[in-house]
């Protein structure tokens, strides 16, 4: 800008040397880096921490675990689970199953028989009280999914179901390879 274009006031805000000054502290401004981005393994950790915190919250009404709620929901779905098949479902040891399930069928949420096939597995099954407090799982659960995406658009809450399915189908197509590679000698 030309000194001569710059408007000129009479109280001196806006004489040529005050535009100036502004121009150069202009120029001067240092641009902000942007935040960069953390790995999204690790926003996913965040994710996972801060889900389990906020399900644990809302079960603890109903005096569930987020790995008891797993059980019966796994239960509601396949009947006469195994220990180790449940362990899987519920994201915890085959040995932190079986105190889990004695919690359970001690509350009658559960109730295990021997198997008809005879052996030592006791496969469990659901009962009618287990099938309630189910429901209250079920309820809190839809609060806490309500809860993670009330910021989303439909549009993005369709992509947040989609993703993970996408992201899981990847990983374990990997480990498939990854296990055949072994086996295999390659």
């Known amino acids: 800008m030309r000194e001569e274009e710059i408007p000129v006031g009479g109280d001196g805000r806006h004489s040529p040397r005050v535009w100036l000054r ?8 240092p641009k902000r ?11 996913l950790k965040q994710l996972q921490n801060v ?27 396949v009947s006469r689970r195994s220990n180790a098949e449940l362990a899987r479902s519920a994201f915890v040891t ?15 949420l559960i ?16 009962t009618p009280e287990g099938a309630k407090q189910l429901m209250v799982f079920r309820l809190a659960m839809r609060e806490v999914e309500h809860r993670l995406q009330r910021n989303l658009t439909p549009i993005d809450r369709a992509r947040l179901r989609e ?21 295999s000698g390659q």
Do not use: W, Y
Request: charge should be neutral; glycine fraction near 6%.
């Open 33 to 43: 880096r942007p935040t960069p981005l953390k790995p999204l393994t690790h926003l």
């Open 22 to 29: 502004k121009l150069n502290t202009l120029r001067f401004i």
């Open 111 to 126: 109730v295990r028989r021997p198997s008809p096939e005879g052996g030592r597995a006791m496969p469990a099954e659901l």
């Open 163 to 183: 993703l993970p399915e996408c992201c899981l189908e990847s990983l374990r197509s990997d480990q498939e390879t990854a296990g055949h590679d072994k086996t």
């Open 51 to 77: 889900l389990r915190a906020t399900i644990d919250e809302a079960l603890a009404p109903a005096g569930l675990s987020f790995p008891e709620a797993a059980v019966l929901s796994e239960l509601s779905l």
């Open 94 to 108: 085959p040995q932190s199953m079986v105190t889990l399930l004695k919690s359970l069928e001690a509350r009658g």
